[in-house]
């Protein structure tokens, strides 16, 4: 039996393993192997601050296979191309026919980082954040519990933005810092939209610091590259994402950053068969941004062409679009919808983001997996 291999739960395998059922059909066997469960980037910040329960953002891989493909909860450590063998750290080695990539990725590391510092993943790190703050703010909530981020990109403002709605719930004192390590915060977006975004987390009390990029931490210290200094209780790097480091050893040509370089059907240029989509892959050389939305749209083109591998037929191509819908969390019921050039901030956006972010997890979640509470 021929048999095709994913490694990694990310968004661009979803839509293999809910298929699973045709490899069986079609006489092939389909294997996901990950270390834990699906968890849904598009929810994470409405977890941190109190939009959505935990158990919203968590797709169990193994009930989305139903029967019909094999779960591994394991991590690939090694991998032979021309045996067509992966070694894994817990498992015996394993042979494959096809198989395809996508190990994620994570925010580069800084300096010193370690109790009291959240990263922006693993997903689950923001709710122990939201844990962490929650303890604090039930402890003593008029003390002043005073969180430094790290980041200029959308994801630490929409930190900044689910803290202070976290705050505002416990009615707690908090002290939010945003250091952008540029002059220009939200590089993202259109001006005009990112100057929206700035006026409304200052208005709620969130300090934004332009040209304050994070060097190292020591002792609860964040010291910054200007030779300046901050303390903090909590800290989150939300510096960026670069590609899961397991990339390089890997023996897979790959670019600066460790991403796996891929052609337009997703394919390796180093190995025929083996395939990768998300944020671990550099599509025809260039990165695409690391979003849900390109490995979401990767997903039917990987299931389609490891089937193609497995009964050797034509492959497909993937073409990534030019513009995407993009929304951000913003707490107490506001987002920012952006597309192009075009964008729009209020109550409007972040509804229109709850409806897509619901309709996609009923796609994957067994009705029991749905639902959601509200602070």
Known sequence: ?????????????????????????????????????????????????????????????REL????????????????ICRRTLTLGRTPSMSFDALSLDLGSEAPPIHGA??????????????????????????DPHRRVRVAIAGGGITAFEIAANVAQLAKHHVAQTEIIVYVGSAEPLKQLPRPAATAVVRDLTSRGVVVCLQQRADRIEDHVLFLEDGSSAAFHLFVNAIGLRPAPAMR????????????????HLMSIGAAGIFGGGDCVAFMGLALPRVGVYAIRQGPILYDNLLATLAGTALRRFQPQKR??????????RGLAVRGSFWWHGRAAFWLKDWIDRRFLRE????????????
């Open 65 to 80: 296979l139903g029967g019909d493909g094999r779960f591994i909860e394991d991590e690939i450590v090694g991998l032979d």
């Open 249 to 264: 050893s890997l023996g897979l040509p790959v670019d600066q950053d460790g991403a796996l370089i891929v052609d337009g």
């Open 364 to 375: 994957y979640q067994p009705p029991n997996g749905r639902g959601g509470q509200r602070l």
């Open 114 to 139: 370690g109790h009291d510092c959240y990263a922006v993943k693993p997903i689950p790190r923001l709710n122990d954040l939201r844990c962490e703050l929650e303890r604090r703010f039930a402890a």
């Open 324 to 333: 995407y819908l993009a929304i951000m969390t913003l707490g107490e019921d």
């Open 1 to 61: 039996m021929k048999r095709a291999v994913l490694i990694g739960a990310g968004h661009a395998h979803l839509y293999a393993a809910k298929r699973a059922r045709e490899f069986t059909r079609r006489g092939f066997e389909l294997v996901v192997i990950a270390p834990d469960a699906f968890w849904y980037s598009g929810l994470a910040t409405g977890v941190l601050g109190g939009t959505y329960p935990l158990v919203m953002d968590r797709i169990d891989v």
